[in-house]
């Protein structure tokens, strides 16, 4: 700025007013470039324009009256849109207000303006331009950053998405669909894959894929180290992998080459997959089919990526591990069991081979028991008839040739005294042979034999005789052993039991053989049964030896009744 004119009167000369008005239009002109402002006027009927200086700080450019129109420069996009709204102002007297771009400036490029003007009266139309350049470029920088945020903020969430996914344990197949597509979105690729490493084969096999043609999908369903692919080539370095252009790739293998061609794919990029304890689970990777860089704002959001799909492929393996594990371990058990069911087969036969011995063992103790006893009671019964009974009958036939006139009173009732004695004695011989070795019992069998013995006991006792299946034919030993546990039972309730009246019943079934012997006698108390009498410990003996049960109910005074059940041997 100058400095004012020397002037001491008090009325301020013309000269003075005229550095007043400069130094005022100075400081508009300067407060107006600072804001990027220039002013101007414009006389609708006159076309005559005066606007202030520093177009060229502002503008880039000088205006001049005669390029106000120029001035103007604006871009052809936006000239039907700024004449429309200055007609429209010139018309209706209104304020004009827009936005619109120049072209034509210093640096070649648009830059963009803000005019606002009115009308001072019916001609005169005053107004600013300012240049918003800066601000519409900071505006743009804003929505492509919001832009930016908002393409990132739905990243974030489809991650997010995942990741409750993974902890909700959807399907596998599923979860492996929703991160390809996640994949796909965040590296704005194309196509995409997920490979499991098998550590047997050190080889990837492809898990998902996402945009594979079949040949494509069949040509990497196993790729080893030394495949020329991304994928490959990650696993052999341990880092990322970026291919900018297959086609440009000189290293790649024929047979790879095609297999990209046959999906399109001219950009590739592999991400190795790191479990949590640092070891390489597997391969996440994705392709575009035009040439493309990944930003470092997609690789972080892609890694995040990765590093679900690496907990996803790890639990997963940890769950086949388990499945396997549990399915080994079933079949050890199922192994296992079928051992236990051959062993305890074996020592169930072995048990039954052995209970057969000791059975046929037992057997053979009880045939020889009872074919001792039969020996034996045969002996007996041989010398009291042929012995005792013929002694006997000897007496009797010297005592019969005596004369009872020749002898006195007395002796003759002695001799018939001897003689009756003689008679009982014989009798009783002979019936005790007959019961040592009843040959009736060989000759016509249980029911005449038993019928037989109640014969015997008619004076004593009335005894009543029923039969059943006696068509089964018993064993030998069998049949005898029966004979003569019935025989003691029905000798014991005549000669014992002080009874009149006594039933026995003898059924025989294809299992078993049951006998039923009771009578009205005096009874007696169980607690001694075992030790009272040799008739009952023979009894239990035979009972026992013929694996038989033996159920025996008395009471004094009430009778008894005894229940016997033995295993049936019969005679095929």
């Known amino acids: ?65 005669d390029t106000f129109e120029h001035f103007m420069h604006v871009h052809p996009d936006d000239v039907v849109r700024v004449e429309e709204a200055i007609q429209h102002a010139i018309n209706a007297k209104e304020p004009l207000m827009i936005e619109h771009r120049l072209a034509g ?45 908002t393409i990132e903020l739905a990243d974030m969430q489809e991650l997010q998405r995942i990741s409750r996914s993974l902890i909700e344990e959807e399907g596998t197949d599923a979860l492996y669909a929703q991160i390809l597509d996640a994949a796909t979105v965040v590296m704005h690729s194309d196509t995409a894959s997920i490979q499991k490493l098998v550590p047997e084969r050190n080889e990837l ?17 196993w790729v080893s180290v030394e495949e020329k692919t991304s994928c490959g080539l990650a696993l052999l370095l341990g880092e990322r992998v970026i291919i900018p252009d297959i086609e440009s790739w000189d290293d790649i293998a024929i047979a790879d080459l095609e297999a990209y061609r046959l999906s399109g794919i001219r950009t590739t990029q592999s991400t190795r997959l ?33 590093r679900q799909t690496a907990d996803l492929i790890e639990r997963k393996s940890a769950e086949e591990a388990l499945r396997e594990s549990e399915q080994k371990l079933r079949e050890f058990n199922n192994t296992l069991e079928v051992q236990v069911e ?30 001792t006893q039969e020996q034996e009671r045969k002996r007996i019964a041989e010398n009291l008839h042929n012995g005792l009974g013929q002694l006997l009958y000897g007496v009797k036939l ?13 002796s003759a009732q002695i001799v018939r005294n001897t003689d009756r004695l003689l008679n009982d004695a014989i009798n009783e011989a002979r019936r005790i042979s007959h019961e040592l070795m009843p040959a009736i019992l060989e000759d016509f069998g ?28 018993l064993d030998k030993y069998v049949e005898i052993a029966v004979f003569r546990i019935i025989q003691e039972l029905m000798t014991n309730a005549a000669k014992h039991s002080n009874a009149t009246e006594a039933s026995v019943m003898l059924e025989i079934y294809k299992t078993h053989i049951v006998i039923l012997v009771q009578d009205n006698g005096k009874g007696f108390d169980l607690p001694g049964e075992k030790g009272d009498g040799i008739g009952l410990k023979t009894i239990h003996n035979k009972v026992s030896l013929l694996n038989g049960k033996i159920n025996i109910v008395s009471k004094p005074g009430e009778g008894t009744v005894i229940n016997i059940d033995i295993p049936a041997k019969l005679n095929n």
């Open 446 to 473: 249980l029911k005449t034999a038993i019928e037989d013995i109640s014969r015997q006991f008619k004076d004593k006792i009335r005894f009543k005789c029923r039969f059943k299946g006696l068509a089964n034919k």
């Open 1 to 65: 700025m100058s400095d004012p004119p020397n002037n001491n009167s008090p009325r301020i000369n013309g000269s003075h007013q005229n550095w007043i008005l400069r130094e005022s239009e100075e400081r508009l002109r300067l407060s107006t470039a600072a804001g990027g402002l220039i002013s101007w006027e414009r006389d609708i009927n006159t076309g005559e324009v005066n606007f202030s200086g520093g177009a060229r700080d502002v503008l880039g450019f000088e205006v001049s009256q």
């Open 398 to 410: 010297s005592l019969d040739q005596l004369d009872e006139k020749d002898a006195d009173t007395v």
């Open 274 to 306: 790191i479990s949590r304890s640092g070891s390489i689970v597997g391969m996440i990777s994705t392709h575009w089919r035009r040439p493309y860089h990944p930003s470092e704002k997609e690789l972080q959001l892609f890694d995040i990526l990765a």
């Open 205 to 221: 096999f492809l898990l998902a894929h996402k945009g594979f043609a079949a040949g494509s999908a069949k040509q990497w369903e």
């Open 105 to 149: 400036t210093r640096e070649g490029q648009p830059i963009w303006v803000r005019v606002a003007a009115r009308f001072v009266d019916d001609h005169r139309l005053i107004g600013i331009t300012q240049n918003i350049d800066a601000q519409k470029k900071a505006e743009a920088i804003l929505r492509e950053s919001e832009t930016r945020l």
């Open 342 to 371: 051959e062993r305890t087969a074996e020592l169930t036969r072995l048990t039954s081979k052995q209970k057969e011995l000791e059975e046929l063992q037992q057997q053979q103790i009880f045939r020889t028991i009872l074919d």
